[in-house]
T-cell receptor, first 113, second 114 residues
Framework: AQSVTQLGSHVSVSEGALVLLRCNYS??????LFWYVQYPNQGLQLLLK??????LVKGINGFEAEFKKSETSFHLTKPSAHMSDAAEYFC???????????FGSGTKLNVKP | GAGVSQSPSNKVTEKGKDVELRCDPI?????LYWYRQSLGQGLEFLIY????????KSGLPSDRFSAERTGGSVSTLTIQRTQQEDSAVYLC????????????FGSGTRLTVV
C-alpha cells in the first residue's frame, strides 16, 4: 500500500529564507505526486504536480519540487519565504490504479518576520 | 459551479444523531472524493465515485458511514448515530480523469459531535 511521510509537522523559517518541506513516499508503481496548500479555514489548493516528464516541476507562488525516484522523495522548496506562505502543506501520492490519493499528515509552515 | 461547494460549513450535532453532509462538485467533473481531516492528522480517504461505476468505499470507517451520488453530480455523505470520534472536517473534492491532474477541494464541513 502507498504511504506518504512528511518529516516535520511544524517548520519555521524567517521571511526571505529558503523553504524546504520534505516528503517521502512508498509506491510499488511510478507514482503521481502532488503538493497541496491549506490556508486557515479553507480547503486544499493544488500547488504543483508531477505525473510524467521533467522531474523538476514548478508550481504557483514560486514553489517547486523535484521528483527523485532513487530517493523516493518529492521535497517542496521555495528560495525565499514570504509571510503569505504561512499555511499547512500536504504531500500526496497516487494509488496503484490512480483512483485515489494518499496524503501525508501535513507540515505547518510558520514564517517569522 | 465555479468551484466545489460544501454545505453546511459547520455542523454541531448531539451524539447519536444522524447527519448529512452535501457536496456539489464542479460541473463536468466525473470523479468525486470524500476525505476526512482530523485534528493534527492528514487526510483520510473515505469514498470515491467515478461516473456510473460502483463507488470505491474502501475507506469508510464503519457501517455508520454511507454516501451516494445522484445523477453523477451532487453527493451526500451520511453519518448515522454519530460518535464523538466522528468530529472532524469532511472535505469533498472533484476532478476529471481520475484525478491525475489534481483535485479541486471544497472548503469542507466542520462536524462537531457533542
Amino acid at each position: 500500500a502507498q504511504s506518504v511521510t512528511q518529516l516535520g509537522s511544524h517548520v519555521s523559517v524567517s521571511e526571505g529564507a529558503l523553504v524546504l518541506l520534505r516528503c517521502n513516499y512508498s509506491s510499488s508503481v511510478p507514482p503521481y505526486l502532488f503538493w497541496y496548500v491549506q490556508y486557515p479555514n479553507q480547503g486544499l489548493q493544488l500547488l504543483l504536480k508531477y505525473t510524467t516528464g521533467a522531474t523538476l516541476v514548478k508550481g504557483i507562488n514560486g514553489f517547486e519540487a523535484e521528483f527523485k525516484k532513487s530517493e523516493t522523495s518529492f521535497h517542496l522548496t521555495k528560495p525565499s519565504a514570504h509571510m503569505s506562505d504561512a499555511a499547512e502543506y500536504f504531500c500526496a501520492v497516487s494509488g496503484n490504479n490512480f483512483n485515489k490519493f494518499y496524503f501525508g499528515s501535513g507540515t505547518k509552515l510558520n514564517v517569522k518576520p | 459551479g465555479a468551484g466545489v461547494s460544501q454545505s453546511p460549513s459547520n455542523k454541531v450535532t448531539e451524539k447519536g444523531k444522524d447527519v448529512e453532509l452535501r457536496c456539489d462538485p464542479i460541473s463536468g467533473h466525473t470523479a468525486l472524493y470524500w476525505y476526512r481531516q482530523s485534528l493534527g492528522q492528514g487526510l483520510e480517504f473515505l469514498i470515491y465515485f467515478q461516473g456510473n461505476s460502483a463507488p470505491d468505499k474502501s475507506g469508510l470507517p464503519s457501517d455508520r458511514f454511507s454516501a451516494e451520488r445522484t445523477g453523477g453530480s451532487v453527493s451526500t455523505l451520511t453519518i448515522q448515530r454519530t460518535q464523538q470520534e466522528d468530529s472532524a472536517v469532511y472535505l469533498c473534492a472533484s476532478s476529471g480523469l481520475q484525478g491525475i491532474y489534481g483535485y479541486t477541494f471544497g472548503s469542507g464541513t466542520r462536524l462537531t459531535v457533542v
